[in-house]
Structures are given as C-alpha cells and as structure tokens.
C-alpha cells in the first residue's frame, strides 16, 4: 500500500503552473486521505461555504497555426528569391532556413515544394534546395506565352465591363505600382505588377485563366543573373499599367491590344 500511495500522490504527476486554470485534483480521492489533495476535495463538496471568489481562468494561448506559419514563410522565401538574397544555383537546407527565420524545418520545407512546384527552386534529394537558373531564353518562352493568353482577353474586356468602380478598383492597383517604381523596389514593384495582371484577368470572369497567368507572373520573375533594372525602366513599365486602364475604360480595343502586346513583349525586361 505504501508503493501504491507513492506511485499516485502528488510527486507522481507533473507540475501544472498555476496560470493554467483550475484543474481536478485527484490526490485525495479516498476517503480518510489527508494533505492538499483532501482540503481541496473538502472545499469543492456540495453544501459547503465558498472560501471566495475562484481565481479567474488563465486566457488560452494562442499559437499560430501550422498553414498560416508556412505562408509567411513562403512570402519571406518569395521576397527572399526575388531580391537575390537566395543564389541561383545555391542549395539551401530547410534546417538552415528555418534557423534564418526562425522556425522549424517542416514550414520551409513545405513552402519549399510549393516552389519547387512553381519552378522557383529544385529538389535536391538528401540535400535540400537549389535555386532555379532561369536564361533569358525561359524568361522571353514565359513573356510569349503570357502574351497569347492575355492580349486576347485585354481586347475582350474592352468596353466590356459597364461597371466603372471596376475599373477604378484596377486604377488603384496601378497606382501601387507606380509608387513601388518610384522608389525603386523592385520587390515591391513585382508584387504589384502581380497583383494588377491577376486583377485584370480575373475581370474575364475565367478563374483559370487568372489562375495560369498568376502562376506564369511567379514563374517570371526568378532573377536570371543580369543587371538589375533601373527605376526609370520601372516606372515606365507602371505607367503602362495606368494607359491600359484608361484604354480599356474608354472602349479602345485596338489601343488597349497595342499597349498589352508592348507591355508584354518577350524582348522586353521582366521584372
């Protein structure tokens, strides 16, 4: 009985800091037993006076969770590639990244095939990640894909959408990219630019569509090695956002088609 009694008192269980709650205490259960188990048992016994006001439960903790914690890393990874902090050609650990930000491996690795999935990095088994080498030839093969899908649709959606708050809403965006270029980020320019073609397409009413072109704007925008771009070369790149919008809201097809097919020339720079 004296063994039994040790393997189930109160130094058989772990401590439960108190800011946890009130929690059953399970220590004197018996009847006869003595010690804090009991006096907790006696205070809680139907009929009795309270000793006063039970203390307040402790808010849970709230941790985030295990999605939301892998796409902030997948945007840090994204901000990561497309400022060239992440070499081309460089395998990176998804231990050693996690160290970086400061998490563990598993949210890096899982973004990590996301990219891989969009072509940013490649899996290299037993080792990690290399970041993908894009030439100029992938990046112009891109351009000119993105343009047969999306010249078509610009000159479709010319006067085709009655709706003038639409359009202000794409006006909008724009102008985010004419800030972003004007300050010269680059980062910020490219999430932008992003953002007003996967807006523009999404107008068409074809979710797959904006689905591809958001995904070829990803695959686009790896740095391929060359120099990188100079404000004036973004901003003029934005301001082909704003003439597109203003095109498209006055019912200017073949203007609107021009301004797309320049805007999307494979031999033009992609940021």
Do not use: K
């Not at 993105?146 to 102008?175: H, S, T």
């Not at 404000?231 to 498209?248: G, W």
């Amino acid at each position: 009985m004296e063994q039994a009694t040790a393997d189930h008192g109160p130094a058989a269980r772990p401590r439960v800091p108190a800011q946890a709650g009130p929690v059953a205490d399970r220590s004197g259960t018996g009847p006869g037993r003595t010690g804090p188990g009991a006096d907790r048992q006696e205070r809680a016994a139907p009929g009795t006076a309270a000793a006063g006001p039970r203390p307040e439960a402790a808010p849970p903790v709230v941790r985030p969770r295990r999605h939301s914690v892998r796409a902030q890393i997948l945007a840090a990874l994204r901000q990561s590639l497309l400022a060239g902090e992440l070499t081309p050609g460089q395998v990176y650990s998804a231990p050693a990244l996690g160290a970086r930000f400061g998490v563990s491996a598993t949210p890096v690795r899982e973004a990590m095939q996301q990219l891989a999935g969009e072509g940013a990095v490649e899996v290299v088994p037993n080792r990690g990640f290399r970041v993908a080498e894009h030439s100029v030839r992938d990046l112009a093969e891109v351009a000119e894909v993105r343009a047969m899908l999306e010249i078509p649709a610009v000159v479709r959606l010319a006067g085709a959408v009655p709706c003038p708050e639409r359009w202000e809403a794409l006006r909008a965006l724009a102008a985010d990219g004419v800030a972003a270029a004007a300050r010269g980020d680059r980062v910020g320019y490219a999430e932008a630019d992003r953002a007003f073609h996967h807006a523009l397409m999404t107008l068409t009413g074809n979710r797959r569509l904006a689905a591809v072109v958001d995904d070829l704007l990803r695959r686009a925008r790896r740095p391929a090695g060359g120099p990188r771009p100079r404000p004036a070369d973004l901003q003029a790149d934005a301001a082909q956002h704003e003439a597109l919008v203003d095109a498209l809201a006055a019912g200017e097809a073949d203007r609107a088609a021009g301004l797309a097919r320049d805007h999307l020339s494979p031999a033009r720079h992609r940021f």
